[in-house]
């Protein structure tokens, strides 16, 4: 069974920093791409930045500049730094991976729990 663990959230002022992890564990046996989405309330699910197996990385327009999207392979592992937070950039923040699992024949898609992001002063 493949899992998702997030962490690093928290409540932050604007302008500050925070750094999201979120590790894969289970019978992995590739990874194509990891990634962080997030969702404010009433508001559709958006794609925040996604990194591929290549090390190709895109980004939400809102974010570029701002936040960084980072991946370690060995330990399956994807980063999201985000810095100079604005208040619009409340949301819950949920880590995305599309990957094929040790018993599996085609890749789909796993999600983590969420991670609420507050930024206020």
């Known amino acids: 069974q493949v899992q998702l663990v997030e962490s690093g959230g928290g409540l932050v002022q604007p302008g500050g920093s925070l750094r999201l992890s979120c590790a894969a564990s289970g019978s992995i046996f590739s990874i194509n791409a990891m990634g962080w989405y997030r969702q404010a309330p009433g508001k559709q699910r958006e794609l925040v930045a996604r990194?591929?197996?290549?090390?190709?990385?895109n980004y939400q327009d809102s974010v570029k500049g701002r936040f960084t999207i980072s991946r370690d392979n060995a330990k399956n592992t994807v980063y999201l730094q985000m810095n100079s937070l604005k208040v619009e950039d409340t949301a819950v923040y949920y880590c995305n991976m599309r990957a094929r699992s040790s018993g599996g024949i085609y890749e789909r898609t796993y999600w983590g729990q969420g991670t609420q992001v507050t930024v206020s002063s």
């Open positions: 990194i591929i197996s290549g090390g190709s990385t």
